[in-house]
């Protein structure tokens, strides 16, 4: 039991998580996707990334940290789809939009390992999450390390919101199902995650 913890299972229809699909590869091609490395050691992610909205979060031997261009490009990051802020209307319930759509694309392979995620000012706003392609083994704890996880298969077009407690717990991704999936033609999985970032006005 994880209290703030929402999962949505086929949340999107086929036709939306295809829409989707063309928004984010409309993204990718101002935006490609990048790997970002680890703060101090510099070593590479398994993962890719890219961003669209206001901002994005970044990785690199520097540290991490939410900037509003690319980090190859050096361009802004691409609007965020009006379909992914409906979505965060449609379920975030909190009155302000979010500013940052993480995109992470996940080979057969790739991982993420356990983390939280504290780098937002606006600790008070869920995160929605979207999975888009083949299933991912997501793996869900407390607040301290060593609390007790379990693990859930995310497939394509499930929605998953972290509100409340839920949103200081650790969390990762184990593996990922190499069989291809709709609405990808490739194996792989590529995972959405909408957040506020600021704190917003008052
Ligand atoms: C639980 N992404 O980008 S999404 C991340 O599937 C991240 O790519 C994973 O963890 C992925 O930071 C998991 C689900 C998720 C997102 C944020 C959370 C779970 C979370 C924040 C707190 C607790
Ligand atoms: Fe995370």
């Given at each position: 039991m994880t209290e703030g913890l929402g999962l949505y299972p086929g949340y999107l229809d086929a036709p939306a998580q295809s829409a989707l699909l063309s928004a984010i590869r409309h993204a990718l091609s101002n935006a490609p996707l990048y790997r970002p490395s680890m703060p101090g050691s510099g070593k590479e992610f398994s993962v890719r990334m890219s961003n669209c909205g206001p901002l994005g979060w970044v990785s690199d031997r520097t540290g991490y940290r939410y900037q509003d261009h690319h980090p190859d490009t050096k361009q802004a990051w691409p609007e965020m789809p009006p379909a992914l802020l409906k979505l965060w209307q449609d379920l975030a319930g909190y009155p302000h939009p979010p500013e940052a759509c993480l995109i992470n694309w996940y080979e057969p392979g790739a991982r993420m390992g356990l983390h939280r995620d504290q780098d937002e000012a606006a600790r008070e706003a869920p995160v929605v999450s979207i999975s888009l392609g083949g299933r991912g083994l997501f793996r869900i704890g407390g607040p301290k390390r060593r609390d007790p996880t379990r693990s859930v298969w995310l497939s394509s077009g499930d929605v998953v919101i972290l509100a409340g407690?839920?949103?200081q717990c650790y969390h990762g991704i184990?593996?990922?199902?190499p069989t291809p999936a709709s609405p990808l033609v490739v194996p792989g999985r590529l995972n959405l995650t909408l957040r506020r970032v600021t704190q917003p006005p008052r």
């Open positions: 407690s839920a949103r184990d593996r990922i199902d």
